[in-house]
């Protein structure tokens, strides 16, 4: 889902916001791995959990931070398989894995294909470590 952002002041106009949940491993690994700040500059990362402003404005645009990653980049909301197709192809190539990892996401439909595996992959990491979805 691509969402045309409003006029706030929420997010910076000069970076890219992602939106995450740092309670999950393999979410805060994947956007260390992307490397956006190397390509493209100054990347605005936004901790989901306790974070009420951010939850708050989500929940008014109808996006549920546990159905998905959201980033904002050129004055847009990208969410879940359309956020990690655009941290594809914003992201920097500079090691194997993420070369992989690019590659394959930055086609769409690939995206969405396999996007609801990687949701469900973060619903069970969360449960075997003991946390609560946000």
């Known amino acids: 889902m691509i969402i045309n952002l409003n006029d706030t002041d929420i997010f910076p106009n000069d970076a890219i916001s992602i939106i995450y949940d740092d309670g ?5 690994y ?3 791995i992307s490397r ?14 306790n974070n009420e402003k951010i939850l708050d ?3 008014l645009v109808n996006i549920n931070v546990n159905e998905g990653m959201i980033v904002v ?3 847009k ?3 879940g398989p359309d956020a990690v197709n655009i941290m594809s192809i914003l992201g920097k190539k500079d090691s194997f894995i993420n070369s992989i990892i690019i590659n394959v996401f930055q086609y769409r439909i690939v995206s969405q294909i396999f996007y609801p595996l990687l949701k469900l992959g973060r619903r069970l990491l969360l449960f075997i470590l003991g946390k609560k979805l946000i």
Do not use: H, M, T
Request: proline share 3%; glycine share 4%.
């Open 24 to 28: 999950c491993p393999v979410c805060s």
């Open 57 to 59: 404005y989500l929940k």
């Open 77 to 79: 909301i990208y969410f």
């Open 30 to 32: 994947y956007i260390s």
């Open 73 to 75: 980049f050129d004055k």
């Open 36 to 49: 956006i700040e190397e390509k493209f500059g100054k990347v605005n990362l936004i901790k989901a959990r």
